[in-house]
Nanobody
Framework: QLQASGGGLVEAGGSLRLSCAMS????????IGWFRQAPGKEREFVSA????????YYADAVKGRFTFSRDLGKNMVFLQMNSLKPEDTGVYYC???????????????????WGQGTLVTVSS
């Protein structure tokens, strides 16, 4: 089970830090992804760790502004979001899968486990 938190309302240029906790499993055995869904749009990839690598992948839209980190001792992951823009608004979801292949790390439908989402609103 995944539990995402940390969303909120922030002005453009501000920062938020999202957290995702896992129960019933350990993040070290899973590929972990962050996805977001804006109103009226499809869910899109934000960032992910593939389970066999130590460096995260980022969508071009967030590269250089977002940082995905893991605290495996606490079994938590974090998405530090800086220089937020109004277009970053949406519900952010963490997802996990323990059989994901590398080519699917950006594909939301290939993740088996999902958190409930946390809303991020960036005002202009």
């Amino acid at each position: 089970q995944l539990q995402a938190s940390g969303g909120g309302l922030v002005e453009a240029g501000g920062s938020l830090r999202l957290s995702c906790a896992m129960s019933g499993g350990t993040f070290s055995a899973y590929s972990i992804g962050w996805f977001r869904q804006a109103p009226g749009k499809e869910r899109e990839f934000v960032s992910a760790f593939w389970r066999k690598t130590t460096a995260p992948y980022y969508a071009d839209a967030v590269k250089g502004r977002f940082t995905f980190s893991r605290d495996l001792g606490k079994n938590m992951v974090f998405l530090q979001m800086n220089s937020l823009k109004p277009e970053d608004t949406g519900v952010y979801y963490c997802a996990a899968d323990n059989r994901l292949i590398l080519s699917s790390v950006r594909v939301s439908k290939d993740y088996d486990y999902w958190g409930q989402g946390t809303l991020v609103t960036v005002s202009s």
